[in-house]
């Protein structure tokens, strides 16, 4: 019966009637009686002190009840980590350096009025006086600290990690090919489906209650109680659907300012609900990103295909504020050697503050950049000995027993190597797909007549824009693979709580499951009623839900690292059989409470990197197989085979959902998402300017190859997914396209002019 459940296909997820039919509320949808409206203020400066803010006009608009500023905020800084960000910058707070913005996004005031339009109209009236200040943009121009932006810290350096494994000149003397390489990675926005919005508002029982889209409530929650100056039990959060996060809700937006409002307002005899929505610009505007990346990398190898020494610089833009750097760079530096035994290592990374777009998480948060480099490296190399690519890679994968860069066992459970054989054996890679020489002819009938796969778009339909010209069009495919860490690494404390009720007569009747995990689209909710009548051994029918709730729920961590599900899981679990030996002993109602705590990670050491990072993890392996029309250089990607262990199938439609967004997403990154940013301002905020992929960009064809090797520890063997088809996608891409043109690119987006501009640069050369 449990692996019926598990397994089900027909399990309806838990929000889809309502996302289907318009009856979910999402946090813009909100309207609770005698509303109110706020509306945010930014500074619009990315690095100027405040001198003066007059408020009066704005203050005197009708309509306008309330505007508060830095004054009004009790404890006026927060951060998911380090609390490094004034609430709103500006003067009279107890924050030292609070009259001083470093970003255009950060806040200076809320405006509270009876409508959205009195509220934006007073905001404009508001009169700001600034001292500008030198900006900083560039991270290798920051690293040299001539201006330090966050003087309390005392360098641009935010966070610096190291790798020193093994003897490098012995690396490199056995070196007998060396393959050097400088890559980058962009900016990717979020671009979720609802921009942030929220309501604020004092509850019954007097707590400050926001409902809000987030990922991780209670870690809101102590955020709000800290900046307000309250006890932790006056704080509510709640969260009703989310239109999508992928880490761009982790830390926070709207939180504290509509907590902030709530409150003042009561205080001046004023009860009454506030609710604020954002604009895609200022979504765009207002939320961190992934972060850029600048990478340096030396590869060393035998002629017989041993890795010997691995080399590696890696900076992060982490822009004006914290926020989730140091974890991000973490992944990073951990990933830019690659799921690879490196005898030898050498590695620095780098996490800078500019006064640019603050970083963040992002779906894979370090590891996509990481493996961009670690898996280009490794296609360059197997070019370079003349071995297949992944002949190359199942020669140096790790596997059980081996050790990581840290120097420390990988958890049992390694999959990597069968991973990536299900790829390569799923996209038949020993026999199939078209190369650059079998389709090289320029003769436009013979390219007609070709019998080519199903799945292969029609020549005449590839590009939106323009129509092809057959004798232009290459075809390639290239390999990449990757792993992924599931759960907070490097010593983060890590917790996952349960409540299970048990409620019936003679037999069990009705479970409640009570959960504080989040919903952003992925399908957690569906998967925790699925594992809670897994536990206790009842039709899904039989489970209730009660999620997302800090009055009703324990901590359970970020939505986040992949780490929902199995940590959910094993709550759930150990709370279930909790519950029934209460229902053995006939302690009915059985209700029980737990605390599920993985095995302990350990931080870097500073100098040397040795630790044990994570407790588990996921791997992956994707072929990409495209079309490239070279006059143009626009690329269209006719297949994806995406091959993932996933531990144990929880729910196959959420899964195979999860491995086609993720590849979506990637190829966004990948080949056409390119957000500006110039002297310390986004100037793309708009999805017209700003591109993701419509219906026609993305893959043709999405193979997702589900691999089931139990992880030791996960529930019922299952392992973290989300992110892991996300990772290894762009260097595979590079792969292929560097197949159909002989053309290596270094850096991303592949936008069509940089294409062609490359292969023009290759003819002349």
């Given at each position: 019966m449990?692996?019926?459940?598990l397994r089900a296909r027909v399990t309806e997820r838990v929000d889809a009637r309502g996302k289907v039919t318009g009856d979910a509320h999402y946090p813009g949808d909100l309207t609770p009686p005698n509303l109110l409206h706020g509306r945010v203020l930014f500074s619009g400066q990315p690095h100027a002190r405040m001198l003066s803010m007059d408020t009066r006009a704005a203050e005197a608009l009708p309509g306008v009840v309330a505007v508060l500023t830095a004054a009004d905020v009790p404890s006026n800084g927060y951060g998911l980590g380090v609390p490094d960000q004034p609430v709103f910058v500006g003067l009279g707070s107890n924050n030292p350096y609070g009259d001083i913005s470093l970003w255009e996004g950060d806040h200076v005031a809320v405006v509270v009025a009876e409508t959205e339009a009195i509220a934006a109209r007073a905001g404009r009236l508001i009169r700001i006086e600034w001292e500008q200040r030198p900006v900083v943009t560039d991270v290798h121009e920051a690293m040299k600290d001539d201006l330090v932006l966050h003087?309390?810290?005392?360098?641009?350096?935010?966070?610096?990690?190291?790798?020193?494994?093994?003897?490098?000149?012995?690396?490199?003397?056995?070196?007998?090919?060396?393959?050097?390489g400088e890559y980058y990675v962009p900016y990717q926005e979020h671009a979720f489906l609802q921009p942030e919005a929220g309501v604020g508002r004092i509850d019954r029982e007097g707590r400050v209650t926001i409902e809000i889209g987030?990922?991780?409530?209670?870690?809101?929650?102590?955020?709000?109680?800290?900046?307000?100056?309250?006890?932790?039990?006056?704080?509510?959060?709640?969260?009703?659907?989310?239109?999508?996060?992928?880490?761009?809700r982790e830390d926070m937006s709207l939180q504290i300012v509509l907590g902030l409002a709530a409150m003042r307002l009561r205080e001046r005899g004023i009860d009454r609900p506030v609710r604020i929505i954002w604009s895609r610009e200022e979504s765009i505007v207002g939320h961190h990103k992934r972060h850029p990346a600048w990478i340096r990398t030396k590869w060393g190898a035998t002629r017989d295909g041993r890795i010997t020494a691995v080399a590696a610089e890696l900076i992060l833009d982490s822009g004006a504020y914290t926020y989730t750097s140091p974890k991000v760079l973490g992944n990073a530096n951990l990933m830019v050697t690659g799921p690879y035994v490196i005898p030898n290592a050498h590695v620095d990374s780098y996490a800078v503050t500019t006064n640019n777009v603050p970083g963040g998480a992002f779906r894979g948060f370090g590891g996509p950049q990481g493996a961009f480099a670690a898996e280009c490296q490794m296609n360059k190399l197997a070019e370079a000995l003349?071995?297949?690519?992944?002949?190359?890679?199942?020669?140096?994968?790790?596997?059980?027993?081996?050790?990581l860069t840290t120097q420390t066992p990988i958890p049992p459970g390694v999959s990597m190597a069968e991973v990536i054989e299900a790829c390569a054996v799923a996209a038949d890679w020993a026999t199939n797909g078209t190369t650059r020489d079998e389709l090289g002819a320029t003769d436009e009938e013979s390219l007609a007549g070709r019998q080519e796969p199903s799945y292969v778009t029609p020549l005449s339909s590839l590009f939106q824009s323009l129509p092809a010209s057959p004798g232009s069009l290459r075809r390639g495919r290239g390999f990449a693979c990757a792993f992924k860490n599931v759960g907070f690494s490097f010593g983060a404390p890590e917790k996952c709580e349960a409540i299970i009720e048990l409620h019936g007569g003679k037999e069990i009747e009705r479970v409640v499951l009570r959960h504080a995990g989040a919903e952003v689209g992925q399908g957690s909710h569906t998967a925790f009623k699925q594992m809670a009548a897994a536990a206790v051994g009842v039709p899904v029918e039989r489970v209730e839900l009660d999620l997302s709730d800090t009055a009703s729920s324990g901590n359970s961590g970020s939505v986040s690292a992949s780490r929902m599900t199995f940590m959910a899981g094993n709550s759930i679990r150990m709370a279930a059989e909790e519950a029934?030996?209460?229902?053995?002993?006939?302690?009915?109602?059985?209700?029980?409470?737990?605390v599920y705590k993985p095995p302990p990670t350990q931080p870097y050491d500073p100098e040397t990197g040795v630790t044990m990072p994570n407790f588990s993890y996921g791997y992956v392996a994707e072929v990409v197989e495209l079309t490239v029309d070279i006059e143009t250089g626009h690329i269209h990607v006719d297949r994806v085979v995406c091959a993932d262990d996933v531990g144990k199938v929880i729910n196959r439609t959420n899964v195979e959902g999860q491995v086609e967004g993720a590849v979506v997403q990637a190829a966004g990154y990948a080949l056409m998402e390119n957000l500006q940013v110039r002297d310390g301002r986004i100037i793309t905020p708009y999805l017209s300017q700003y591109l993701i992929p419509g219906i026609r960009d993305i893959p043709a064809r999405v193979d997702a190859v589900l691999v089931e090797i139990p992880d030791p520890i996960g529930p019922w063997g299952a392992r973290g997914m989300a992110e892991m088809p996300f990772m290894p996608l762009a260097p595979a891409v590079v792969a292929a396209l560097h197949d159909a043109t002989g053309m290596w690119f270094d850096e991303i987006p592949l936008l069509p002019w940089k294409v062609v501009e490359g292969l023009k640069a290759q003819s002349a050369e």
């Open positions: 449990t692996d019926q459940i003087p309390w810290h005392g360098s641009n350096i935010l966070k610096q990690y190291k790798i020193r494994k093994g003897d490098m000149d012995a690396g490199w003397a056995a070196a007998e090919v060396v393959i050097e987030g990922q991780w409530a209670h870690e809101d929650q102590e955020q709000v109680a800290h900046s307000l100056g309250l006890p932790l039990d006056q704080v509510r959060i709640i969260y009703p659907a989310i239109g999508g996060a992928f880490g761009g003349g071995m297949d690519p992944v002949e190359l890679r199942l020669r140096n994968v790790l596997r059980e027993g081996s050790l029934l030996a209460k229902w053995t002993d006939e302690d009915r109602p059985s209700i029980a409470h737990v």
